[in-house]
């Protein structure tokens, strides 16, 4: 089905999920950045609920218990600004404004695990970061053991006990391979890497395993990592296309891939993984 559209075009949003809402916040179009956030419900009813707190692109979301986060972020107003705001909606999608990231920064990461919503990596102009900021369910900000690389553009996702960050933009515009894995107590660890190092590419999980897929280093990749819960490394069958700058997801039993660029070609191409029987 198709439900209303967003209230304004733009694209370098973040989105999540609470309660019975998925929310679809910030984001840009030609030369603004915008505050809006959209909210639907189970019914696909849209609502506008109050915007985020200041206009952003290239920001990042996630979930813990019963708040949505929005984290850092970029502005176009004036030249490139970076933010370390973090806006939180309740299951009533009333806004509160938690404590900041430690450092302002776009192109960063988010994931939750056990009680915790985590917000790894970023840039600042051409300063990467290897900071990591916590929220337990109360909105409690805490810094776990940093990233084992200082990056951006990279991807997360979670899987069993495990948030995992991989790949991303390093120093000296190195595409790291790199993956780093945080526990329910918020221990770091560092699992085999990504089979080829590489920015601008999407995570999710299902089942009982985390991928990352596409992106791009030397070339574009149509490359997919999956860890298990125990953190081991699989290469399932690639994507069918190679790309960067694709987005996932998952749903019921499949994983999804869509979207992306090619080169010089944007592409409508999703590619869905299932768990063999």
Do not use: C
Request: no cysteine.
């Amino acid at each position: 089905t198709t439900p209303t559209a967003l209230s304004q075009a733009r694209y370098s949003l973040a989105a999540t999920t609470v309660g019975i809402y998925a929310l679809f916040g910030g984001g840009m179009h030609s030369s603004s950045t915008y505050s809006i956030v959209d909210a639907y419900d189970t019914n696909l009813t849209r609502t506008t609920p109050t915007g985020l707190s200041l206009a952003r692109r290239y920001l990042a979301a996630t979930s813990v218990e019963n708040y949505a986060l929005f984290g850092g972020g970029e502005s176009l107003s004036g030249g490139a600004y970076y933010y370390a705001t973090v806006n939180a909606y309740d299951t009533s999608l009333t806004r509160t404004t938690p404590t900041e990231l430690r450092k302002a920064r776009g192109y960063l990461a988010a994931t939750s695990v056990g009680n915790y919503a985590l917000f790894g990596g970023g840039n600042n102009n051409s300063t990467k970061f290897d900071v990591v900021d916590a929220y337990d369910a109360s909105l409690t900000r805490t810094t776990p053991t940093e990233l084992s690389k200082a990056r951006g553009y990279l991807a997360a996702t979670s899987v069993g006990n495990y948030a995992l960050f991989g790949g991303g933009l390093g120093v000296n515009y190195a595409n790291a391979p790199t993956v780093d894995a945080y526990d329910t107590s918020l221990t770091r660890t560092t699992p085999t890497e990504l089979s080829r190092g590489r920015q601008m590419l999407a995570a999710t999980s299902i089942g009982n395993y985390a991928l990352f897929g596409g992106g791009s280093g030397n070339s574009y990749s149509n490359v997919v990592d999956a860890y298990d819960t125990s953190l081991t490394r699989t290469t399932p069958t690639a994507l069918s296309q190679v790309r960067r700058e694709l987005a996932a997801t998952s749903v019921g039993n499949y994983a999804l891939f869509g979207g992306g660029n090619n080169y010089s070609t944007n592409l409508n191409t999703v590619d869905a993984y299932s768990l063999a029987n």
